[in-house]
């Protein structure tokens, strides 16, 4: 057989094909199910994909152990920031910061000689506010105007700071009574808030009216207040020492000098319990004082620290002793 290609006899030719083929319009739409049902469009990816996937995001599946044994990343140490160093430093005065701001949210006040402390705390509806000035000064403005005599006029004009007289210290010397060996017992060395209550009259004593023993409970109550909110507020206090305004003596018709002496052993109820316990509002007058509630137990508090006050002068040092006698 040659290499020459022969066409059969019955293969037809494509004249004949032309010939035999319908016209399209008379063909049939699918006549062997060749059109796809699907548009092939819709059958693609909303996205395209590459070709081929990063390592990180082969699909899941058998892993050869030897491979990845092979493939697996070198942990390599990271050098360090050329300023790290530097930076933990600065981080470390930034937190010391933070610790020192904390902390000077209890520390709210400064005195005449030491810092004082502000308690965050609820045991009173008022308390002195960071920032407005003197605690000391706070709590006598707060205080002092409270207390009214039977005519509406403030009972005592109130000052008060450290235990200093025109600026000499005044030291406390407590005396017992003579019956208890009268011994002295000195608080050196200790921080004392000392408060004078003068009534504008005679040798500070109260002008209107005459002395009575419902007077002399409100005065208490006052002074008890005042060494309350003294503890509670003002950092380190050891002692607060009240001069009350000199009463006249039934006995002999003489001006006599009581001063009273709190420590924080004293009341320590009282700071523990709300404020409003010890002494519940409103506050009363002279003419109230007897229905208010209460009223035995500031007398129980306030009785047994009342003494007998003078002021004598420490010849070995500057300063002044602040002499308390028990009342005989």
């Known amino acids: 057989m040659s290499d020459e290609q022969h066409t059969s006899l019955f293969e037809p030719t494509p004249e004949d094909d032309e ?69 933990q430093f600065f981080y470390g005065i930034l ?10 949210a209890v520390l709210a006040f400064s005195g005449d000689d030491k810092p004082q402390t502000v308690a965050l705390s609820n045991w009173s509806a008022w308390h002195p506010t960071r920032g407005a000035g003197d605690p000391i000064q706070q709590i006598i403005d707060h205080v002092a105007p409270e207390y009214r005599l039977g005519s509406g006029k403030q009972a005592v004009a109130v000052t008060g700071g450290p235990s200093q007289i025109e600026g000499i210290p005044l030291v406390v010397a407590l005396r017992s009574d003579p019956a208890n060996n009268g011994d002295v017992s000195i608080l050196d060395n200790k921080n004392v808030v000392l408060y004078r209550m003068c009534g504008l009259g005679k040798d500070c004593s109260i002008k ?112 002044g002793y602040l002499v308390l006698d028990t009342i005989k």
Not at 250 to 265: C, D, Q, Y
């Open 95 to 104: 937190i010391g910061i933070a610790i020192a701001a904390l902390a000077a």
């Open 208 to 319: 209107e009216g005459n002395t009575s023993r419902e007077r002399g409970l409100l005065m208490r109550r006052e002074a008890l207040e005042l060494a309350l909110y003294t503890f509670n507020y003002v950092a380190d206090i050891d002692a607060v020492t009240i001069l009350m305004p000199p009463a006249v003596d039934p006995k002999t018709h003489k001006l006599s000098h009581v001063a009273l002496l709190f420590r924080p052993e004293d009341v320590g109820p009282s700071l523990q319990n709300p404020l409003s316990e010890t002494l519940p509002g409103p506050t009363p007058s002279t003419k109230t004082l007897l229905r208010s509630r209460n009223l035995p137990v500031i007398d129980s508090i306030t009785r047994p620290l009342q003494f007998d006050f003078s002021v004598t002068q420490d010849n070995a040092n500057n300063r």
């Open 19 to 87: 010939q035999r083929r319908p016209a399209a319009r008379e063909r049939p739409a699918d006549p062997a199910g060749t059109k796809p049902r699907h548009d092939p469009a819709s059958l693609l990816p909303e996205s395209p994909e590459p070709l081929l996937r990063p390592r990180d995001e082969e699909p899941p599946g058998e892993v050869d152990e030897n491979a990845a044994e092979d493939s697996a990343p070198v942990a390599v140490p990271a050098s360090p920031a050329p300023h790290a160093a530097r930076f």
